[in-house]
């Protein structure tokens, strides 16, 4: 139910009324992705046979404080005329704003100008913002991107169906995300705020693919040039998943597709979300977490799909909560997108877990009739470190507010 608008009317009008910026034909980007205190890796694609350059200053300073030029991904899979090229600034200072500026063959443009604050030092009391996001289509409205703009979020973490290319065939895929990537809504967005990302079924393969997808290699590679997360899987172990800290907060972000069972196999012990050397990367890296929070994001919801997601996987849900339960591993919230509905529900089998499992499930900001996203503010700087978890519609008006401290994710 909605409770009350959200945006005061000078801030609604700023968010749906800030100025679109196309970009020039045949380059896409910049995009920020994974930022530390320290460092911050930059995307943009580019022809081949041009000059890609960036500087750097912080956004107080009036002259660049560093630059270089941008190296291109060898061998991009089905990338035409054009290729992906990335670049990690570096000897950053952290909880600081910085503007960049990219040039193409020594060529400035005002949509190849953004700016990103860098992170709090891992292991540090901070206060931050994320925003949550799953699920958009080209030809859907966009407006709801500067609604989240408007909101200041200190990354941005998208949990699939970035696009709905449905397929595992590369120059599909390079297609469907160089489409999306030029609209000036979600470009302004890439260009601002670090996003980190993983996928779901149809950025990964056709419609509820799993493990058994045919090309699912193809996808994996093309996802690693798509984006800038900070790591793919293991050495043992192929996938999209990744771990990364920020302060107090530990992200695992995991793969729900590349090891999937399908999900009309028998709902018995042999059936698998994660499969096992995934799962067990998850649950070691939860029980040597030092974080206050731990958020476990993926694009599959906890209990409320049931075609295609954990609720039809009893075996792995329940392994998941009790390895939870057993080693006493305290402040774990989940994240999910998937079903075109934002909700901040808690888990109905929590008493297996021994406390309340907040799931935040952000979905459908450009492929929905609600248009909506998240927003999760934590806290670790309060003597009892916090979350407040926001829902928020298309249409300005805030329909979820809600705070959980660390005290009360704790197992009984």
Not at 94 to 106: I, L, M, R, S, W
Not at 220 to 243: C, H, I, K, S
Request: glycine share 8%.
């Amino acid at each position: 139910m909605m409770t009350h608008l959200f945006f005061p009317s000078l801030l609604g009008f700023f968010a749906l009324s800030m100025p679109l910026i196309a970009a020039p034909a045949g380059v896409v980007g910049p995009m920020v992705g994974h930022v530390t205190g320290e460092t911050a890796s930059l995307w943009m694609y580019a022809p081949l046979d041009s000059s890609v350059t960036v500087s750097w200053s912080p956004e107080d300073a009036e002259s660049p404080a560093g630059g270089m030029a941008l190296e291109w991904i060898p061998d991009p899979a089905a990338a035409g005329a054009g290729a992906p090229a990335t670049a990690v600034l570096e000897g950053l200072s952290p909880d600081t704003a910085y503007q960049y500026e990219v040039k193409v063959n020594g060529v400035s443009d005002p949509a190849w100008k953004g700016r990103f604050k860098t992170a709090t030092a891992a292991g540090k009391a901070s206060a931050f913002r994320l925003a949550v996001t799953s699920c958009m289509k080209i030809d859907q409205p966009q407006a709801s991107w500067f609604l989240l703009l408007a909101q200041q979020p200190d990354l941005h973490l998208t949990l699939g169906d970035t696009t709905y290319a449905n397929s595992t065939d590369p120059a599909v895929q390079w297609r469907d995300q160089l489409q999306y990537r030029a609209l000036p809504e979600f470009a302004t967005v890439l260009r601002q705020i670090p996003t980190y990302s993983m996928w779901d079924d149809h950025d990964y393969g056709p419609n509820d693919s799993d493990g058994t997808a045919v090309g699912k290699e193809q996808s994996l590679r093309g996802w690693q040039q798509f984006w800038r997360n900070p790591g793919a899987g293991t050495a043992e172990t192929a996938g999209a998943f990744y771990t990364f800290t920020r302060g107090e907060v530990q992200f695992f972000v995991v793969d729900g597709r590349y090891h999937r069972s399908p999900d009309k196999a028998p709902d018995d012990e042999n059936k698998r979300m994660l499969g096992d050397a995934q799962f067990t990367w998850l649950i070691d890296g939860l029980k040597e977490s030092k974080a206050k929070f731990k958020v476990i994001a993926s694009g599959s919801t906890l209990q409320h799909s049931k075609t295609d997601g954990w609720r039809i996987y009893t075996f792995e849900r329940y392994r998941l909560f009790d390895a939870i339960r057993e080693n006493r591993i305290g402040g774990v919230i989940y994240t999910s997108g998937d079903i075109h509905s934002s909700q901040v529900v808690v888990n109905p089998e929590s008493e297996r877990v021994g406390y309340p499992l907040v799931e935040v499930i952000s979905s459908g900001i450009a492929n929905s009739e609600t248009r909506s996203f998240a927003t999760i503010d934590f806290d670790t700087t309060l003597a009892d470190p916090s979350m407040r978890i926001r829902i928020i519609h298309g249409d300005g008006t805030l329909r979820n507010d809600k705070r959980w401290t660390l005290s009360q994710l704790q197992v009984n």
